[in-house]
Structure formats: structure tokens, C-alpha cells
T-cell receptor
């Protein structure tokens, strides 16, 4: 697969533990945020999104938290599984809309049995 | 259902050669995006189309890059002439008609190596 992300920050967790991946965004005008997961050799895949009028949103085994005061976003994964091993990207919409997402650098999640 | 289909998956070429990357979006999607991914710069939006019309190409690095979408089911990204710094993974993505989210459906990418 593609070798992007060799120097990414890495979070290592044990299978079954909860994972928290953090992201600091830059644009105060952003009002929409989204998390993507990228497995080796594949394109990014949508996980969950949140709008700025919310501070928490839950999906299946995932929760996104938004703190607009400090421009911080986090993704929580419950009961982490080996299949969760991937690079996780947060993205913000910057000047608005959904067409020009600004992606963060990514965090690699390594799940150990 | 087939997802976004990109070709070729891998291409190795020499500096100065023309490179053409191809994309077939998901049927019924009316927005198409080309991204480039490198270790140094991460994921960058190059250009996007709505209803086959280029809307914003401000991310295209220079005139050597061009993109077309002749119909709703096909797009190309061309680099002419190619340079070693163009080596990257190029992703095509599409988004559904009427979608009010940022959920993009990405292809598996075209890995370009320019020697």
C-alpha cells in the first residue's frame, strides 16, 4: 500500500481499550467538522461529523467531541478492535460549505492484541 | 454497488512524461473532487466539479496540472510535463447529489512515482 504517514504521531492501544484521538483546528470560521479513517492502501472513509451548534455526537462505538473555545476536536472509539488500526484525519470546512474541507495531518492508531 | 473507481492504481514514469489519471465517480453523484496526498503536505484539494463544471481549481499547483470532466461518469487529471515533486497518491472522490454533509466517497487512489 501507499506509504503516506510514516512520520505521523501514533497512538498505541490494547484491544478492548477505549481510544481518544485529538485534533486542533485552526479556523475560527469553521462550523462543520468531520472525521475520516484511512486504512493502508485505501482512500479515506467517512466516520462521523459534527456541526458547531453541537458539542457532542455519537455514532456506533464512536463519539466526537467539539470544544469551540479552544478549537479542539476529539474522536473517541470504544472497545477498540484490530480493525480500527488506521490513520485518522480530522477536517474542518474553513470558509463554509462542504466542498473545501481542510484536512489535518492525521494520527496513526495501532491496536495491539 | 461499485464505489469510486480510479486508474491506474500505480504508475511509474520518467520526468517530462505526460501522466493521465482517470476517475469514475459513483453513479448519481454530482460532485467530484481530486485530492493529492503526500507525507509533507497531507491531503490537499486540487480541484472540484459540480455537475461536470469546474468550480474551484485554486489548489492546482501550476499550469502543468489540468483536469476535465467531459461527462457525469468520467474525469481525468493530467500532468504535463511531470516532475519528481509530483510523486504522490492522487485520490478522486465524489459526493451525492443534494448531500448536506462533507461525506466524500474516495477511490483507492493512484500512486504516482516520477523518476
Amino acid at each position: 500500500g501507499e506509504s503516506v504517514g510514516l512520520h505521523l504521531p501514533t497512538l498505541s492501544v490494547q484491544e478492548g481499550d477505549n481510544s481518544i484521538i485529538n485534533c486542533a483546528y485552526s479556523n475560527s470560521a469553521s462550523d462543520y467538522f468531520i472525521w475520516y479513517k484511512q486504512e493502508s492502501g485505501k482512500g479515506p472513509q467517512f466516520i462521523i461529523d459534527i456541526r458547531s451548534n453541537m458539542d457532542k455526537r455519537q455514532g456506533q462505538r464512536v463519539t466526537v467531541l467539539l470544544n469551540k473555545t479552544v478549537k479542539h476536536l476529539s474522536l473517541q472509539i470504544a472497545a477498540t478492535q484490530p480493525g480500527d488500526s488506521a490513520v485518522y484525519f480530522c477536517a474542518e470546512n474553513g470558509s463554509g460549505g462542504y466542498n473545501k474541507l481542510i484536512f489535518g495531518a492525521g494520527t496513526r492508531l495501532a491496536v495491539h492484541p | 454497488d461499485a464505489g469510486v473507481i480510479q486508474s491506474p492504481r500505480h504508475e511509474v514514469t520518467e520526468m517530462g512524461q505526460e501522466v493521465t489519471l482517470r476517475c469514475k465517480p459513483i453513479s448519481g453523484h454530482n460532485s467530484l473532487f481530486w485530492y493529492r496526498q503526500t507525507m509533507m503536505r497531507g491531503l490537499e484539494l486540487l480541484i472540484y466539479f459540480n455537475n461536470n463544471v469546474p468550480i474551484d481549481d485554486s489548489g492546482m499547483p501550476e499550469d502543468r496540472f489540468s483536469a476535465k470532466m467531459p461527462n457525469a461518469s468520467f474525469s481525468t487529471l493530467k500532468i504535463q510535463p511531470s516532475e519528481p515533486r509530483d510523486s504522490a497518491v492522487y485520490f478522486c472522490a465524489s459526493r451525492g447529489t443534494g448531500s448536506n454533509t462533507g461525506e466524500l466517497f474516495f477511490g483507492e487512489g493512484s500512486r504516482l512515482t516520477v523518476l
